[in-house]
């Protein structure tokens, strides 16, 4: 890396000299300028890191030249001396721009830490940038709406939002919990006609359902006791935008018939109220529950399940979606490093399969907590297992070296055919889903079921 390049702006000729000999053999390429005047023709002609500049000189002082020069030179790194200097003048030159204050005499170390901290700082300003571009650039080729992925199975999921977006249909997001449904429904809004008005969200099952019902749908004045005075409901708050209603399946069984009617009639009628109050509202429903077993034994209204089920859009967990959690966890350290004032490199290669093996009950949002901690708390530039405190999981996965093999091929391979056994025993069989769900192709699935010499019993096509 090439080194930085100072220039010392001072009166004294001997001052000049010898912080040119000092900084030189330090090994710091450097120029002199006798004022402000000569300082700013040299920046003008050659590119400077750091600029030490004395505070009293003739023609020019340094507060007049700190002050032209950053107008020009907002990025470059100020560095003020002075013999007359008080906390005052320090102070004063820091208000101006000065990065640090030097008081003369000095002794040689105080000036070269002076600079090694400036370094440290303009180190840390790249990164930081960097950092920002490399969050950028992820976001845009792997997300959307906020959503990061690169699965073949979450790109289906963001084309159908491309589709269903623009139309008012009622949309059910179902999934584990954890799995980002409230992102599908807000991205659903926001390349929706209906991005500029409001996005009402409410979690069913969060509320009383004595209180829900005033919530969703207002009261009027004296409707209870503590009715001082008429309150809109979420679906007035969300006119000409989206309601969405997130655990649905939390619903009360009466209030379930209240929703329908106000779904489907485009009005509702606030509690304590006789006139039906027309809205135009986007409904988005989203549940962790399996509706229709829920509509089978009776807990939850047929009718009301295929009106919001118009069209479903399904987010597999992310054990189905291994192929997204080295990205995810990527994004999440960049994020966590930006967000806490951390600079770790990433994932060492020993936590990458303890990540991948993983079964992450709480999906996305437990693979935030994790590498959030870890991002905290990880001593080194690397994210190692132990600083995942997944130790379950990484005993488990001690099992492909249990004999004190020590290759990384050789594990790979075991851990290559244990998920494909256990993606073919998940499908019955059935290797095209087993394809699907491994993000391979068939003819690549069936090469590898004849390497490893896999067979299972009731194989179907």
Request: include cysteine; charge should be positive.
């Given at each position: 890396?090439?080194?930085?390049?100072?220039?010392?702006?001072?009166?004294?000729?001997?001052?000049?000299?010898?912080?040119?000999?000092?900084?030189?053999?330090?090994?710091?390429?450097?120029?002199?300028?006798?004022?402000?005047?000569?300082?700013?023709?040299?920046?003008?002609?050659?590119?400077?890191?750091?600029?030490?500049?004395?505070?009293?000189?003739?023609?020019?002082?340094?507060?007049?030249?700190?002050?032209?020069?950053?107008?020009?030179?907002?990025?470059?790194?100020?560095?003020?001396?002075?013999?007359?200097?008080?906390?005052?003048?320090?102070?004063?030159?820091?208000?101006?721009?000065?990065?640090?204050?030097?008081?003369?005499?000095?002794?040689?170390?105080e000036v070269l830490l002076t600079l090694r901290k400036a370094e440290e700082r303009e180190r840390l300003k790249a990164e930081n940038a960097l950092?920002?571009?490399?969050?950028?650039?992820?976001?845009?080729?792997?997300?959307?709406?906020?959503?990061?992925?690169?699965?073949?199975?979450?790109?289906?999921?963001?084309?159908?939002?491309?589709?269903?977006?623009?139309?008012?249909?009622?949309?059910?997001?179902?999934?584990?919990?954890?799995?980002?449904?409230?992102?599908?429904?807000?991205?659903?809004?926001?390349?929706?006609?209906?991005?500029?008005?409001?996005?009402?969200?409410?979690?069913?099952?969060?509320?009383?359902?004595?209180?829900?019902?005033?919530?969703?749908?207002?009261?009027?004045?004296?409707?209870?006791?503590?009715?001082?005075?008429?309150?809109?409901?979420?679906?007035?708050?969300?006119?000409?935008?989206?309601?969405?209603?997130?655990?649905?399946?939390?619903?009360?069984?009466?209030?379930?018939?209240?929703?329908?009617?106000?779904?489907?009639?485009?009005?509702?009628?606030?509690?304590?109220?006789?006139?039906?109050?027309?809205?135009?509202?986007?409904?988005?429903?989203?549940?962790?529950?399996?509706?229709?077993?829920?509509?089978?034994?009776?807990?939850?209204?047929?009718?009301?399940?295929?009106?919001?089920?118009?069209?479903?859009?399904?987010?597999?967990?992310?054990?189905?979606?291994?192929?997204?959690?080295?990205?995810?966890?990527?994004?999440?350290?960049?994020?966590?490093?930006?967000?806490?004032?951390?600079?770790?490199?990433?994932?060492?290669?020993?936590?990458?399969?303890?990540?991948?093996?993983?079964?992450?009950?709480?999906?996305?949002?437990?693979?935030?907590?994790?590498?959030?901690?870890?991002?905290?708390?990880?001593?080194?530039?690397?994210?190692?297992?132990?600083?995942?405190?997944?130790?379950?999981?990484?005993?488990?996965?001690?099992?492909?070296?249990?004999?004190?093999?020590?290759?990384?091929?050789?594990?790979?391979r075991e851990m290559e055919k244990s998920l494909i056994q256990q993606a073919l025993l998940k499908t019955g069989g059935n290797k095209s889903q087993?394809?699907?769900?491994?993000?391979?192709?068939?003819?690549?699935?069936?090469?590898?079921?004849?390497?490893?010499?896999?067979?299972?019993?009731?194989?179907?096509?």
């Amino acid at each position: 890396m090439a080194q930085k390049r100072v220039l010392v702006v001072d009166d004294e000729k001997n001052m000049r000299h010898m912080l040119e000999l000092m900084l030189g053999k330090a090994g710091y390429p450097v120029e002199s300028a006798a004022n402000g005047e000569e300082a700013l023709a040299a920046m003008e002609d050659m590119d400077f890191d750091f600029i030490l500049c004395d505070l009293r000189m003739p023609r020019m002082d340094g507060m007049t030249f700190l002050n032209k020069a950053r107008k020009s030179f907002p990025d470059k790194t100020y560095i003020m001396m002075s013999a007359y200097g008080t906390i005052e003048t320090a102070l004063e030159a820091m208000k101006h721009g000065a990065y640090d204050y030097i008081s003369k005499p000095f002794k040689t170390d105080e000036v070269l830490l002076t600079l090694r901290k400036a370094e440290e700082r303009e180190r840390l300003k790249a990164e930081n940038a960097l950092l920002k571009v490399r969050i950028n650039e992820i976001e845009q080729k792997y997300s959307f709406s906020n959503i990061i992925a690169r699965s073949e199975v979450m790109a289906q999921v963001f084309e159908l939002v491309r589709r269903v977006a623009n139309h008012n249909t009622t949309v059910l997001i179902t999934g584990e919990s954890g799995t980002g449904k409230e992102l599908i429904a807000r991205a659903v809004h926001s390349n929706s006609r209906r991005a500029s008005g409001p996005l009402v969200a409410v979690n069913c099952g969060g509320i009383p359902p004595a209180l829900l019902e005033s919530e969703l749908f207002g009261f009027k004045k004296g409707a209870f006791t503590d009715a001082a005075r008429d309150k809109p409901g979420l679906f007035e708050q969300a006119n000409a935008g989206t309601l969405f209603l997130d655990e649905i399946g939390e619903l009360s069984y009466p209030l379930q018939v209240k929703l329908l009617r106000a779904i489907q009639e485009r009005e509702i009628t606030p509690l304590g109220g006789t006139a039906a109050v027309k809205v135009d509202v986007r409904v988005i429903a989203a549940t962790s529950r399996d509706l229709e077993k829920e509509v089978t034994e009776g807990r939850f209204r047929e009718d009301l399940f295929y009106r919001i089920n118009v069209v479903r859009i399904h987010l597999p967990p992310l054990r189905e979606r291994k192929g997204d959690i080295p990205l995810l966890a990527g994004y999440f350290i960049s994020h966590f490093n930006s967000k806490l004032g951390k600079s770790l490199e990433g994932l060492s290669s020993e936590a990458v399969p303890v990540l991948m093996e993983h079964p992450w009950p709480g999906n996305v949002r437990e693979l935030e907590n994790i590498m959030e901690k870890a991002v905290l708390l990880a001593p080194g530039k690397w994210i190692t297992p132990s600083d995942l405190g997944l130790k379950k999981t990484a005993q488990r996965h001690t099992s492909y070296a249990g004999s004190g093999e020590l290759s990384i091929k050789k594990a790979a391979r075991e851990m290559e055919k244990s998920l494909i056994q256990q993606a073919l025993l998940k499908t019955g069989g059935n290797k095209s889903q087993a394809a699907r769900l491994l993000e391979i192709s068939r003819p690549m699935l069936l090469l590898k079921i004849k390497e490893y010499d896999i067979r299972l019993k009731n194989s179907n096509t």
